[in-house]
């Protein structure tokens, strides 16, 4: 198969995400995006059925820790659609947990609320393996050369390590080996603890199913320190047009792929406006990211300009910097296990002017088309105006 026809295959076969405004469909002229948005934004539209079925013997969830009480489940269960019925205890916690959050009564227990208390359930039973990656040593954390450019700030020193091998897509060489070992083992430690209690955790967002969030096991705090100290500079001097400045808030985790794990990300753009993807390893072959330039949210299913198409293979340790709405995907890790770390940096601030905002040429591809044609026609009407009323005159 060629590289051209795999890549169409993955950027068609898409995922049609609730409540994002995108079509799914196969289309085998315009790519089709997906938002991929984190886990806790999703919504299900499933419904309980009005009359139990008191035939049925519920499951016991006495062994998991739950969002609500194992009892509530139990009793839930036999008001259960029947093909749910007879699905397997993770999908229909699933199922029911949804269903609750949504029903809860307004402003009770806000999700926030929710949210802090499902962390310190994990914070307060969760024994970390290195504490020395809890806080942001920079010098443990990155290598010499990414620091430098941190410590001079400018221009000239960030364009020295940096390159943009695509308009848009930003390379360096970021982590120490040794911290990318360490975050590596961490993240075995942390699954294998959630394994071993049953602990149902939250996945970093609606299109991996493997993956976890860093930011609930303890290094919100850290991630923190990463983007306002080493991603907001940078993110400054690149990505001003999308609030680059501004970063506030993020959304820190890892993917994974391979055997046992997700084998790749169909085509999508992220819920962030700068994302940071960097390798922590390890032995694996695939993987690669592609990208097809940046588009509003009109314009994410339009079609892409050759000169936008771009791969990168991964680098243990390298970092990719681009926008959350660059529209991108992974190829299949086909052999051996590739784990990446994302953080999606937000800007509160830019997201509020968006909203009074009606055409993003400044970012968008589509939108800075549609402008520079406006005004070729305008010109040329003009032109064509000139010239009759020169001709009259004559
Ligand atoms: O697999 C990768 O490296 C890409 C992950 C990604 O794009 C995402 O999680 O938003
Ligand atoms: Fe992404």
Redesign the pocket.
Known sequence: MSSEQREGSQETTTTTVEGNGTIGGNNSHSAVAAT?RATSTMASCQRLRLNPNNEHRPDTYEDLQLDFPNSVYSSLEKYLPPNMLVSNRDEKIKFMTDIMLRHLPHGERSRAQRHRDYRQKIISNYQPLHRELYTLVPTVCFVPSFLKAINESTEESFRNIISEPSPGVFVFDMLQPSFCEMMLSEIDNFERWVGETKFRIMR??T??KY?AVLDDFGLDTMLDKLMEGFIRPISKLFFSDVGGASLDSHHG?V?E?GKDR?V??GF?V?D?EV?L?V?LGNQFVG?E?FFRGTRCEKHVNTATKADLTFDYD?IPGQAVLHRGRHR???RATTSGH?V?M?L?CRSSVFRELKTHQKEFSSWCGECFCEKRDEKVRSIDALRKKLFKARHTQA
Request: proline residues 4%; charged residues 15%; aromatic residues 10%.
């Open positions: 991929l970093p967002n299109m991996n993956g985790f993917v792929y997700d790749d990300l999508h992220d962030s994302t993807n390798c993987g990211l991964h991108h995907g992974a590739r990446n994302l999606w």
